[in-house]
C-alpha cells in the first residue's frame, strides 16, 4: 500500500514538474518574433488591462503567447503530427496526407458572404471600366482543387472544388474570364510537377502553364516551353503547407526559374520603397526558408517590371495575389508590367490604371484569396 502511494506522490509530482518547468522555462527563455519553420510571427508577451480582461482578450492572447513560446515546440508540433497519423487519420491541423510525398490543405467550407463582395467588387470595376480597356480575371485552383488525384481516397475534393468553381464563374457572369483549373488538374493527373509539395503555390512549371492559358486568351502565342532554360535554385524548398502541417518526414520541394534570353536585362522596380534589382529575381531569398519570394522581389504593393533600355511596349496592369510572383517573369516577355497586390495597395486603382496607360488590366488570383480574402473589395476604392 505504501508503494502504491509513493508511486502515485512520483507520478504527481513529475507532472507537476512538467508542467510547472515548461511555464517557468517560457517565462526564461527569450521570445521568439518569428518561426522561420512555419513562416509566421509568433504571438508575443500582451500587456495587461482591465479592459482586455473583460473583452476576454487577454486570456485569448496569452494562451496564445504560451503555445507559441513554449519550449521545444517544433518539437512536439511534429510529434502531434506522428501521433494523428499512427491513429489511421489522413490529417492533421487540416492538412491532408496525400500520396507521392503531397502534403495538401484543405477546406471544406468556403465563406459564400466573402465570395459574394469580392465578386460584387469585380463586376463593378469591369463596368467601370468600360470597352476601351481589355479586363480578364483568371482564378488559380487551391492545391486540393487541382490535387485531386492525390488527396486520401475517401475526401470528395473534386466535388467540392466544382462546385466551388461553378458558383465562381456564375459570379462573374459577363465578365472575361480565363479557365486555369481544368489545364492545371489534367496536367496534374497526367504526372506533372505544377503544384509543390509541401507549399500551396503553383510550381514554375504551373505557372508556365497558366501563362500559356492566359496568351491564348489574348489570342498571343505563347513561346513553348523549349524556349526557356530550366535553371534549378533550390532542392530545399519547405512550403506554408508543410510548416503547418507537422509532417516533418516530408521531403522538400524543388524550385526552379525558366530563364529567357535576356531576362537579366529586365529591370524590376519596388515602387513602394523605390528599390530597383536587375532582373527579376532577388536571390537573397534562397537562403530563406521564404523561398518562394524570390520572385519579383516577395509581396509588395506596386511592382513594376520593364526593359532596361527603356523601350516602351504594351502596358499589361496584373492585379494579383501571390500567385502572380511565378506568372510575372513569363508576361514580361510580352508587356512591360505594372503589378498591384490589393493587400497592401491602398490607393484607387480605377485612377492608376488611366495613370499607367494600361491597355489590358489582369486579376490573377488563387481560390483561397477569393474565398478568405476581402483584398478584392479594394477595387472599388475611388469608383462613384
Known sequence: MKKYKAYDIITIAGLLAVMYGFSIATLIVPDKEFSEDENRYLQQKPKFSIDSLVKGKFTQEIGEYYADQIPLRNLFVGAKAVTEIA????ENDDILL???????????????????????????????????????????????????????????????????FAYVNEGLDGVQTVELLEP???????????????????????AYYAYVEIMNSYGIEPYPLEHYTQEKVSDAFYGTTWSKAGMKWIDPDDMLYFRWSGDEDMVTEIVDSGETMQGMYDRSYLDKKDKYSSFIGGNNGHVRITRAD???????????????????????????????????????????????????????????????????????????
Open 98 to 164: 496525400g500520396s507521392d510525398g503531397y502534403i495538401i490543405a484543405k477546406d471544406d467550407y468556403a465563406d459564400y458572404e466573402e465570395i459574394d463582395r469580392n465578386l460584387k467588387a469585380v463586376q463593378r470595376f469591369n463596368d467601370a471600366l468600360g470597352e476601351e480597356i481589355d479586363f480578364r480575371v483568371a482564378i488559380a485552383g487551391r492545391s486540393q482543387d487541382v490535387l485531386t488525384g492525390y488527396v486520401p481516397a475517401l475526401y470528395p475534393a473534386e466535388e467540392v472544388s466544382d462546385k466551388l
Open 310 to 384: 527603356g523601350v516602351e511596349r504594351e502596358t499589361l496592369l496584373l492585379v494579383k495575389d501571390s500567385f502572380g510572383h511565378s506568372l510575372a517573369p513569363f508576361l514580361a516577355e510580352h508587356f512591360d508590367l505594372e503589378i498591384i497586390d490589393l493587400r497592401y495597395y491602398k490607393l484607387p486603382l480605377i485612377d492608376f490604371v488611366n495613370e499607367c496607360g494600361a491597355s489590358r488590366v489582369l486579376v490573377m488570383y488563387n481560390m483561397d484569396s477569393v474565398t478568405s480574402s476581402n483584398s478584392l473589395a479594394m477595387l472599388n476604392l475611388g469608383i462613384k
Open 184 to 206: 492545371l488538374r489534367s496536367r496534374a493527373d497526367a504526372g506533372e510537377y505544377v503544384y509543390y509539395r509541401t507549399d500551396h503555390h503553383w510550381t514554375t512549371l504551373g
Open 87 to 90: 491513429s489511421g487519420k489522413q
